[in-house]
């Protein structure tokens, strides 16, 4: 069965929210390493309706030649919870309406490698709430951004999780993997 995973950058005060305004000066080789695995063990991607409509006014317009993830991120089939969106223009994008808990367990079902997340802070929530999501990756940033959307709101609830693995990057950030516990 196919693990859905959900990976992260986050700041120490769990502001997930624009990351490209506090992430880059921690990007390095060794993170680069981190999320290029990640990358490679899934084939599809989970996005929340907010994230995939960023997404897909940006990578179609990137040049391969200059962005050496624009092929993947175009590629790679996508699946978009959403209850707003009727229809998708990003290329390799399937909807997923209604009983979202039965369409991704479906997913799950199928062959292939991880169904990874990137962003869509709501949509891990939720899966973390209703027991789909499989692993959790953050890469914890030593930084406290003061302001933005973080990955647990207050009245969250209790969500037990276990570590399972993590690594403490020569920039000071924390790579922690979580699974269910």
């Known amino acids: 069965m196919r693990k859905i995973v959900a990976g992260l950058f986050i700041s120490l005060d769990g502001v997930v929210e624009s990351p490209e305004k506090w992430h880059f000066p921690y990007f390095n080789d060794e993170m680069g390493e981190i999320v290029g695995s990640q990358m490679e063990q899934s084939d599809a991607m989970l996005l929340g309706r ?19 993830f624009a092929d993947r991120m175009n590629n790679t089939p996508k699946y978009v919870v959403t209850n707003t969106l009727d229809t998708a223009e990003w290329q390799n994008t399937t909807i997923i309406k209604g009983d979202v808990v039965a369409g991704l367990t479906e997913l799950k079902e199928r062959p292939g490698k991880d169904i990874g997340i990137t962003g869509s802070a709501a949509l891990v929530r939720s899966l973390l709430a209703d027991g789909l999501l499989d692993e959790l990756r953050l890469l914890v940033h ?40």
């Open 50 to 68: 907010q994230t995939y409509q960023e997404f897909a006014a940006h990578w179609p317009h990137q040049d391969p030649a200059d962005n050496p």
């Open 142 to 181: 030593p930084i406290v951004v003061g302001s933005g959307k973080r990955l647990f709101e207050e009245g969250t609830g209790q969500l037990p999780l276990q570590l399972a693995d993590s690594r403490t990057l020569s920039t000071g950030v924390l790579s922690l993997t979580y699974g269910r516990a």
